[in-house]
């Protein structure tokens, strides 16, 4: 029987695709680029600066000029990390279900610390959250389950024993490698060319809510 519930942030738990979005968009005004539209920054709203650089303004980070660009997408974005972003529909109702039943839930993020913490804080979750693990908390970040296993020993839960929500390959890798049964969050920020069925997964829902029928309380 599952024992805790994990969740990955943005593209899981909380729908941060509007201010992400709005901090490329941001990068490309300041180059005379037009915005581009919610519909082509979702799928790759999971995949940070780097990867939302990458699809707005074509560069790696060995490009020039992109910690410029970088700087002035994280500056945008921390002013404005909690403006358009809400909890997933459902989402705050499972919550409360959690809560209910007494089972610990935390969340585990590649996002770094400087912005976990802060826009948790806006949602008014980061107190009710048994852990908040960032992608700088451990020495490595997910697909590693190093910072999957570190939430299981600050919760004192058995790794098994936890289940972990996410909406990227590299979350049910990490879920996997860690001994947690893995759930895709197919509402989530993913590819519409991804293959499900290849991800290493125990399941997936199409809403937070549907998690419930996997925790068999």
């Known amino acids: 029987m599952i024992q805790a519930v994990l969740f990955d942030l943005d593209g899981t738990f909380a729908d941060t695709a509007p201010d992400l979005g709005a901090a490329l968009n941001h990068v490309r005004a300041l180059h005379d680029l037009p915005p581009l539209p919610p519909e ?53 109702v499972l919550v409360a279900e959690l809560e209910r039943h007494e089972l610990p839930w935390g969340i585990v993020t590649n996002k770094p610390h400087r912005y976990t913490v802060p826009l948790m804080e806006k949602l008014g979750y980061a107190i ?21 296993q570190h939430a299981a020993q600050l919760m004192g839960i058995a790794a098994e024993d936890c289940l972990y929500l996410g909406d990227d390959l590299r979350d049910m890798e990490a879920a996997q490698a860690a001994e947690m049964t893995g759930i895709i969050a197919a509402y989530g920020y ?28």
């Open 40 to 92: 082509t920054i979702r799928p790759q709203a999971s995949h940070g600066s780097r990867g939302l650089l990458k699809l707005g303004m074509d560069v790696e980070p060995e490009s020039p000029g992109y910690d410029a660009m970088k700087d002035a997408f994280l500056q945008h974005y921390e002013a404005h990390i909690c403006d358009r972003t809400r909890l997933f529909p459902g989402m705050a």
């Open 128 to 148: 009710r959250a048994a852990c908040l693990v960032s992608g700088d908390t451990c020495a490595r970040a997910k697909p590693h389950p190093l910072p999957l």
């Open 190 to 217: 993913i590819d519409p060319q991804a293959d499900l069925g290849s991800w290493p997964a125990a399941g997936r829902v199409d809403s937070p809510f549907e998690l419930l029928r996997y925790l068999g309380n």
